[in-house]
């Protein structure tokens, strides 16, 4: 899969073990040991895939997800040591889209870099005229960019994911299971990442995220999407 990634590892076995297998999949690489120089590269590139760790000098994986997606869309898939839910609910939450943590398998990393790049390549295909509106939201599922009116709002591929699956499902109620199993490809999981991504797209969409009126919670079951037709004016 030609693609390429940018890779932020401040310890240097760490960063070349990733380089290798990277490499191996035929992708192209670029390694920084700290965000800062990260950051200056991407003002001017744009990679497919970000791998970024948490614990780095100066500027840490926070604090360069809250900066960056201001900015891009692109994937970002934290490999870090920090296992806690707090660290991985944290990360989700500043706009990561996946969580693999250290030590980890080569295999299942290599997994997720090809489940992302995927996704992201299958957004990018396609009819021009997958567009779909709803409200003052204009999403093009060809170039996976959602506006409201002409105001590009910045999604990552999960919550632009998270947000097609609940279109596409056309008013009826899913799990948060179901949508894992959907949109992370998996049986098992972290349940409690739905409900993070789904309260990160209410921010973006809604007037009052207490009070939304696109994805609506079904007390006891999931979440749903309102269509035009069911929003009181």
Not at 13 to 40: C, H, P, W
Request: aromatic share 8%.
């Amino acid at each position: 899969m030609k693609a390429s990634v940018v890779i932020i590892e401040d310890i240097k076995e760490m960063s070349d073990l990733i380089q290798l297998y990277v490499k191996r999949e035929g992708m192209d690489t670029k390694v920084f040991d700290n965000a800062e120089d990260a950051l200056e590269y991407l003002k001017t590139s744009t990679p497919d895939l970000i791998l970024l760790d948490i614990n780095l000098p100066g500027m840490d994986g926070f604090e360069f997800l809250n900066i960056y997606h201001k900015q891009s869309d692109c994937p970002v898939l934290i490999v870090s040591a920090r296992d806690s839910d707090e660290d991985i609910i944290m990360a989700l939450g500043y706009g990561a889209d996946e969580f693999v943590t250290k030590p980890f398998s080569p295999k299942v990393l290599m997994a997720r870099i090809r489940a992302l790049l995927r996704r992201k390549q299958s957004g990018s295909s396609g009819s021009s005229k997958n567009v779909i509106q709803f409200g003052p939201y204009t999403l093009n599922t060809e170039s996976c960019l959602l506006k409201r009116d002409d105001e590009r709002i910045h999604l990552s591929a999960k919550e632009f994911d998270i947000l097609l699956y609940l279109i596409n499902t056309k008013g009826k109620t899913s799990t948060p299971e179901e949508i894992y199993r959907k949109v992370w490809g998996s049986e098992f999981g972290d349940l409690t990442a739905v409900a993070v991504y789904v309260q990160r797209l209410r921010k973006k969409l809604e007037a009052d995220p207490a009070a939304p009126h696109f994805i609506e919670t079904v007390h006891g079951m999931g979440y749903r999407f309102v269509p035009d037709e069911e929003i009181k004016k």
